[in-house]
């Protein structure tokens, strides 16, 4: 404990005065409300995991999108969203909503009518279709809108075993909890685990990642849009250290020289596909087409 040792360094330097006060982490934009609705999940008996931009926040670094992606089994997305509902979050229903399209500027005109521009050039404009979303408005005057969005399981990561209800265990090969101490510490902004909020089920690094090189495996050439969105998930969780030790074996041989080999994930694409761990009916890929990338 450093308490003791504190006086100490005042008397010897009294121009810098006491320590300020310790202040918990602020948590980032979209905690609060992923994790409401994770207790309201939670308290419905629903497994769940929470996905996307919030845990790239959590894991790597904070990134600005106001997307809150819980991934829920099929058969469980109607009680999901009839708990949400129930809730107080009415669900989106507009035929005419951009969130019904991979595309978010689709059939909108050039930027989409809601972000312009800066929609049409940002890593928010493609994404997966979700089974049911939600627009929420964080205050009361409307001025920032989150989308809450459950996506079936099985367009996300069908390889990951049957959620199940309740805390991961200790050594959970997939999950933890935001809440976890392991989790990197503050660095003075919206970081470090979400310790004042109700504990929301989320991926370790480790499977997170790979369940970008998955999706990137299976959209590769047959919805490129969300394969360059998945690819660019990946490439910021690059971490050798991470990836040569937690990274389950199939996905070694991508890494090389410091980069990852395109080829090489291809390659592992290929054996994924006969192994009837990737869709059957995928594209053939021309794996020589990518060398040097
Ligand atoms: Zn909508």
Request: net charge negative.
């Amino acid at each position: 404990m450093s308490y003791q040792r504190r006086p100490r360094r005042v008397l010897n330097n009294p121009s810098m005065g006491p320590p300020p006060p310790k202040q918990p982490p602020t948590p980032p934009a979209g905690a609060v409300t992923a994790s409401k609705i994770a207790k309201i999940i939670d308290e419905a008996d629903i497994p769940y995991f929470l996905w996307g931009w919030l845990i790239l926040t959590l894991h790597v670094t904070e990134i600005k999108v106001p997307e809150i992606e819980f991934v829920i089994p099929d058969d469980k997305l109607e009680a999901a969203t009839n708990a949400l509902v129930a809730a107080g979050y009415p669900q989106c229903e507009s035929e005419t909503c951009v969130e019904l399209h991979i595309d978010r500027t689709a059939g909108t005109g050039e930027g989409g009518n809601e972000g312009g521009l800066e929609l049409l050039h940002s890593e928010y404009r493609f994404h997966p279709v979700a089974g049911a979303h939600f627009h929420h408005f964080q205050d009361e005057r409307k001025n920032v809108t989150e989308l809450i969005a459950l996506l079936p399981k099985n367009d996300i990561a069908p390889w990951l075993p049957e959620l199940k209800v309740g805390s991961p265990a200790q050594e959970d090969p997939d999950f933890m909890l935001s809440t976890d101490p392991s989790l990197p510490k503050s660095r003075g902004g919206a970081w470090g685990p979400w310790t004042e909020l109700h504990p929301v089920k989320i991926q370790n690094r480790a499977s997170y990642t790979e369940s970008f090189l998955w999706l990137s495996c299976r959209d590769i050439d047959r919805d490129n849009n969300l394969g360059m969105r998945w690819m660019a998930m990946w490439r910021r969780l690059l971490d050798v250290e991470m990836w040569v030790q937690m990274l389950r074996e199939k996905w070694h041989p991508i890494w090389g020289d410091g980069m990852v080999s395109i080829v090489e994930l291809l390659k592992v694409r290929e054996k994924m596909i006969k192994d009837g761990e990737l869709p059957k009916d995928l594209p053939k890929v021309v794996v020589e087409d990518y060398a040097g990338r």
